[in-house]
């Protein structure tokens, strides 16, 4: 069985910092897809970023250059470091992880199931 566990949600003043953890299990996070995902109150579920099975991350446009994706293989744990934190990140965080088909991503994504980050001005 599959589990994702997000952790190290929080409130936070404007320019602080947080760190995100993305626990698996059932899952080898290495070389598969792996994402994090926020959704604000009323808003759409948006894409934060990605780490491909090279290492490479990918950002959006309002997060890059604040935040950092990282995977730690020996804990099998995902990572998101938020720095210079805005009131406009306030959402709740989501890891996701896929099995990686080749060169793409099965449609099938694993969820976990969020922690609140609340960035106060």
């Known amino acids: 069985q599959v589990q994702l566990e997000e952790s190290g949600g929080g409130s936070v003043q404007s320019g602080g910092s947080l760190r995100l953890s993305c626990a698996a299990s059932?899952?080898?996070?290495?070389?598969?897809?792996l994402d994090w995902f926020r959704q604000a109150p009323g808003k759409e579920r948006e894409a934060v970023g990605s780490?491909?099975?090279?290492?490479?991350?990918k950002y959006a446009d309002s997060v890059n250059g604040r935040f950092t994706i990282s995977l730690n293989n020996a804990e099998n744990t995902l990572y998101l470091l938020m720095d210079n934190l805005k009131p406009e990140d306030t959402a709740m965080y989501y890891c996701?992880?896929?099995?990686?088909?080749?060169?793409?991503?099965?449609?099938?994504?694993?969820w976990g199931r969020g922690t609140q980050v609340s960035v106060s001005s």
């Open positions: 059932g899952f080898a996070l290495t070389r598969n897809c």
């Open positions: 996701s992880a896929a099995y990686r088909i080749g060169s793409s991503c099965s449609p099938d994504k694993f």
């Open positions: 780490i491909g099975s090279n290492g490479r991350t």
